[in-house]
């Protein structure tokens, strides 16, 4: 054998309502879609090791799928199924892709079931595009606040394409008496769809020593996910923009110096004096 044998995840029958069509009524009235993928991929190390990491996560493709439908209003279904192939192949280990996207109710004045597209793409089709542009913040309020965001940029590594100066604040919400806060942003380029790379960053918070217990409460790293590219997410635990980015100064104030385009205008005289001091590069 030269090579091991091409596996196989399936959705089937995902429902969603979408603006799709070409006459007057289409144009205005979401009519129902259904989706039906079949992605190739290798499902061999995910079977022995029993890591999400080693395989394609259905429930987010799916999200990623249906959130598409909903936002988009193209004209033809294979407008809309060749966007579909492309988030598909967005994720990592995807090898390729088979697509059905079917009209449920097509206005045709005769007896018919449903029309529909397929298509079939790998990922060699979309091999030479550029990689993704990620907004990350990071913060730190516990032990070694520093060191912990020298762990974060170290895990990043080579990713990283800019990097704000370290800001000092005070906390925001969650319970009294914590510690202070050091807060940068720094963009990268990476290859990972957003909720690879969500995984990707919560993995780093753990290995840091991060525990989720209380909310909002202290933490040795933190790290949100603030853009990716020009995206909007909100499904599948993510949300991008962040939703609360424009309300909070301490994640402007570094964001400011890294996608100055990316802040609210006015945002330095909307936004009320939190205590957000800038404390220069972060030494490595």
Not at 148 to 175: H, M
Request: charged letters at 25%; one cysteine or more; a negative charge.
């Amino acid at each position: 054998m030269t090579g091991r044998t091409t596996d196989h995840i399936l959705i089937e029958r995902l429902r969603v309502v979408s603006i799709i069509g070409v006459l007057d009524h289409e144009r205005v009235t979401p009519q129902p879609l259904q989706i039906d993928v079949d992605i190739e991929v290798d499902l061999h190390d995910a079977g022995q090791s029993d890591d999400l990491t080693q395989t394609v996560h259905y429930g987010e493709v799916a999200v990623a799928l249906a959130n598409l439908a909903r936002d988009t209003q193209y004209q033809l279904l294979e407008r809309l199924a060749q966007h579909m192939t492309e988030v598909v192949l967005s994720f990592p280990l995807v090898r390729a892709v088979d697509l059905t996207l079917t009209k449920m109710e097509p206005p045709i004045p005769e007896d018919i079931g449903s029309t529909a597209v397929r298509l079939y793409r790998v990922r060699s089709d979309f091999s030479s595009s550029s990689p993704h542009k990620a907004v990350i913040a990071l913060g730190s309020n516990m032990g070694d606040r520093a060191g912990y965001l020298r762990f974060a940029l170290e895990r990043l590594g080579d990713r990283v394409t800019a990097e704000s100066q370290v800001f000092e604040t005070d906390p925001v919400g969650g319970p009294e008496n914590q510690g202070a806060y050091l807060n940068m942003v720094v963009a990268i380029d990476t290859e990972l769809d957003p909720y690879a790379l969500l995984r990707w960053l919560h993995r780093i918070e753990a290995d840091a020593g991060r525990e989720r217990v209380v909310h909002w409460g202290p933490r040795t790293l933190d790290m949100d996910l603030l853009f990716f590219d020009d995206v909007v997410i909100d499904g599948g635990n993510l949300a991008v923009p962040h939703p609360r980015y424009a309300e909070r100064r301490f994640v402007l104030a570094p964001l400011n110096e890294v996608a100055p385009e990316r802040c609210p205008v006015g945002w330095e005289t909307d936004l009320p004096p939190d205590a957000v001091y800038p404390r220069g590069p972060l030494t490595r």
